[in-house]
């Protein structure tokens, strides 16, 4: 697992299962499929809201 912030959000390893995704949007895929806000995100991994945005419509993409 690994942790992302103060708040002791857990990611768990098969998150990271898709090796077409980065360990970045693997964090920010796993945590917008949980239902956390772009905000929220952000403010977790210390990311402009509008990159954790566009990292996340990039993973989307990837996954297909």
């Known amino acids: 697992r ?3 912030s103060k708040d ?3 990611v768990p390893l098969s998150a990271f299962n898709d090796r077409r995704l980065s360990a970045f949007e693997s964090v920010v895929r796993y945590l917008r499929l ?7 995100v952000s403010r ?3 990311k402009d ?6 990292v ?3 993973a989307v993409k990837k996954a297909k």
């Open 56 to 58: 996340y419509t990039r």
């Open 44 to 46: 977790m991994i210390n």
């Open 34 to 40: 949980r239902g956390i806000s772009n905000a929220e």
């Open 49 to 54: 809201p509008r990159n954790v945005h566009t």
């Open 2 to 4: 690994l942790r992302i």
């Open 8 to 10: 002791s959000e857990l």
